[in-house]
Structure formats: structure tokens, C-alpha cells
């Protein structure tokens, strides 16, 4: 079946294109990008509404399943289904599944379980940097790699930086991306919010910025001794976005991303103790936010990753301070990231595709996707003016620990093609 887009918006990044045109699609394959398709072939469906949005599919550079483990919060394939659902056509999963994904049995028993699955996306996996995502002892990195790992993140911040250290020259040879999340866990304490006037008020333990920093920096410093290349997750703090800054500036080999909800949200969100709003890291201060927003628009920061973090309703319905941090968003964050930041005039479309589609898939070491004639059909039909509430029998997803939840958003994905 072959489809025609009529003047449907074009967003591609990689041409740094931003038009209307008629789009083919057939076979899986882009046929032609013209300013209008006069003629048709038989059997083509057209699709003829105006303000439709066509654009390369989204790229997630972090994300958590359920299964094997814990499938009462997520299977792979209602996350597969969330994926779609959110434009999702590439999703790299972290290795903390129980078991954990830390030797090549993994890899294959996570490519086994996905052979069960519906249409799925391309989905990668982070290879556990230490056995069973402890911390402790580095795994067997290069059967890893030979199994097929996208790279290499345990998904939780490191503590001992002899290791640290001993993983960065391991991993040097390989060439695979190798990602941490920078935490002090000594400093951070139990904190569950970003220390400050407003946590005080909220009388919720604070974790300071600099639980984030003083392991960044320490991170900063093996980076330019060994030389090895090395992604930093979820950045939090507008500290940690000055010193990447320099970092970036003096030759570092380094990438960054922040998630959707720092960018969105702040510790003034917290008020109404949500149990949904316990992350890790904890929301930063409003100055944290708006240096976060600021990093990516000047490429301090690479990326936006979802770190979808499903978890059970009996899990998240405790106290704040008791609640496991996580929560949902692959269906999510488009929509609520293009009315914050596109609707309001403060970033173009694709600037917000750029940091959530070419650039997560740059920092895994991918080719992007792109919108041009002869490429494989890897796209995303979004509507941004449909109107929808978030209930839970309209997520895919079997969790529904998000802050959002029984609210009304604008702006929904129609139709993810995976490429594949």
C-alpha cells in the first residue's frame, strides 16, 4: 500500500528543512518529497488534512523495562506500544532488568522476549557496565560489545573511581558509547528534592547540587586523562551546564542530555507532592531549569532523553519521600515539550526534533533519520492541535505514575512508521 501526504508540514533536522510539500510513501520507502504530487499510482491512501506534522521518528537514549522482572510495571510489549504512541521508532534500554542485561545471555534473552512482541521499534541495549548493575565488579565489556550492546551504562551513578578509571580504558578500544549518571550518593543523603529555600518549605529532605557537580567533576577529570569518549545522563543542575561548557570548550569528548521533566518542571512543582514528581536526579531550583533550557539552545547539552521509569499504582501511591523515583513519558514528552517551548514562540519545531531525534541517535553512535527521497520510511505523523486527556485508558503504557494524569493536553502522535 502506497500513501500520499498532501501538503503535510515537513520537520527534518538533518536538512534543517521546514516546508509544506506532498510526501509518497510506498514499499517502506520515501518515493518522492514535492512541492505537490500530480500523479498517483492505484491503491494509494491519501491523507489529505491540513496542519499535520511529518517528521523523522524519535530517538530515546534512555529508557527502563519491566520485563524481565518486574512485569507487573511494564512488558516489553505495552512498551513497545508506548514507544509508538509517543513517535518513538529507536528506544536504547538500560541494562537494570531482573536479571540484569550484563553478559551476551542477556542481550539475546532481551532479543528473544522482543521476537514475541508486536510491531516494535528498533530497540538497542545498554550493556551493565558492572555485573548486576551494583557497582562493584566491571563486567566482561568486550562479549558484550561482540553480542551487540549499543554501549555501556549501568543507569546508576558509579562511587568508586578506581573503577571508573579501569571501565574508561576498557571501554577505549571498543568504540561503543559508555554513559554515567553523575551522583554523590554520600552527599545526596536521602535527599528526594534539590536542596534550597523551597525544599525547607516543603519539608522534604534536600539533595544539594553539588552531590551532582563534585562527581561530574571528578568524571571531567579521568575523561581528560584517558581520553575515552563518554555521554553524561541526566544533567540536572545549571553547575553541572557550566562545567560541561568548559569542558566542551577545552576539546573533552563528550556528549550530554538532560530529560523532558527538568525541562518542563522545577522543585515549585513539588507543592502538591505528587509522588510522581520523585525523580533521580531530584527537579532543580528555577535557575537549574532555565540553564538546562539554555544548554541545549546553545549546545552545551546534546539531547533530551525520556527515561521512561514505569512503575506500579501500589509502588508510587506512598509518601513523596517514600516513593521510588521515575516516572513515564514516552507518550508524553512530545506533546507536552511542543507546548511549552514551540507553541510559545521560544524554539522552532525542529530545534525541539533536533534535540529529541538526530541528536540522541548522534550520541549513540546512529545514523539519523531523515526526511529525503530513497530513505526508509522512519517517520512520525503528529497532530499538534489534537486534544486529549491522559487517562489511563488512553496510554499504552501499564503504568501510569506521571504527574499529568487526568489533565488535558494539546498535540498527539497519529502514526509512527518504524523503518523497519
Known amino acids: 500500500m502506497a500513501e500520499l501526504f498532501r501538503q503535510v508540514r515537513l520537520l527534518d533536522p538533518v536538512s534543517d528543512s521546514d516546508r509544506v510539500a506532498d510526501v509518497l510513501v510506498a514499499d517502506g520507502v520515501i518515493q518522492q518529497v514535492e512541492a505537490q504530487i500530480a500523479d498517483l499510482l492505484e491503491d ?3 491523507c489529505d488534512r491540513p496542519n499535520l506534522i511529518l517528521a523523522p521518528g524519535l530517538v530515546d537514549l534512555y529508557s527502563h523495562s519491566g520485563e524481565p522482572g518486574y512485569e507487573s510495571r511494564e512488558t516489553l510489549d505495552s512498551l513497545m506500544q ?23 545471555a542477556g542481550v539475546e534473552r532481551m532479543r528473544s522476549l522482543l521476537r514475541l512482541a508486536g510491531p516494535i521499534p528498533q530497540v538497542d541495549f545498554w550493556g551493565a557496565l558492572t555485573t548486576q548493575v551494583k557497582g562493584e565488579q ?7 560489545a561482540a553480542a551487540g550492546a549499543i554501549g555501556f551504562a549501568d543507569g546508576r551513578p558509579l562511587q568508586n573511581w578506581a573503577l571508573v578509571r579501569r571501565l574508561l580504558e576498557y571501554c577505549q578500544p571498543l568504540g561503543k558509547p559508555i554513559a554515567f549518571s553523575c551522583c554523590d550518593r554520600q552527599l545526596a543523603g536521602n535527599g528526594v528534592v534539590r536542596e534550597g529555600l523551597e525544599s525547607m518549605q516543603l519539608g522534604l529532605p534536600g539533595s544539594p547540587a553539588i552531590a551532582e557537580t563534585i562527581a561530574l567533576a571528578a568524571l571531567l577529570e579521568c575523561v581528560e586523562t584517558i581520553g575515552t569518549p563518554v555521554h553524561i545522563m541526566r544533567v540536572s543542575t545549571a553547575r553541572s551546564v557550566e562545567l560541561i561548557r568548559a569542558a566542551k570548550s577545552r576539546g573533552l569528548p563528550i556528549t550530554a542530555s538532560t530529560t523532558w521533566m527538568h525541562l518542563l518542571l522545577n522543585t515549585s512543582d513539588v507543592q502538591s507532592y505528587d509522588p510522581s514528581l520523585r525523580l533521580e536526579p531530584p527537579l532543580g531550583n528555577s535557575p537549574d531549569q532555565a540553564a538546562l533550557v539554555q544548554g541545549l539552545e546553545e549546545g552545551v547539552l546534546d539531547a533530551i532523553a525520556i527515561d521512561h521509569t514505569p512503575y506500579t499504582y501500589e509502588e508510587k501511591t506512598v509518601s513523596f519521600a517514600e516513593a521510588p523515583p521515575g516516572a513515564i513519558g514516552l507518550e508524553l514528552a512530545l506533546p507536552l515539550l511542543w507546548q511549552k517551548f514551540v507553541e510559545t514562540g521560544n524554539w522552532e519545531g525542529r530545534s525541539l526534533w533536533r534535540y529529541l531525534s538526530t541528536n540522541p541517535a548522534l550520541c549513540l553512535g546512529q545514523t539519523p533519520a531523515q526526511l529525503q527521497p530513497g530513505q526508509v520510511a522512519e517517520l512520525t505523523l503528529f497532530d499538534p492541535h489534537h486534544r486529549w486527556q491522559i487517562t489511563p485508558q488512553a496510554l499504552k503504557s501499564l503504568s501510569t505514575n506521571t504527574p499529568w494524569l487526568g489533565r488535558e493536553v494539546t498535540g498527539r502522535i497519529l502514526r509512527t512508521y518504524p523503518g523497519r
Do not use: C, H, K
Open 44 to 46: 494509494v491512501e491519501i
Open 82 to 104: 508506548s514507544a509508538l504512541a509517543g513517535g518513538f521508532t529507536r528506544l536504547a534500554l538500560l541494562p537494570d532488568t531482573d536479571p540484569a542485561i550484563d553478559n551476551p
Open 138 to 144: 566491571m563486567t566482561e565489556l568486550a562479549e558484550l
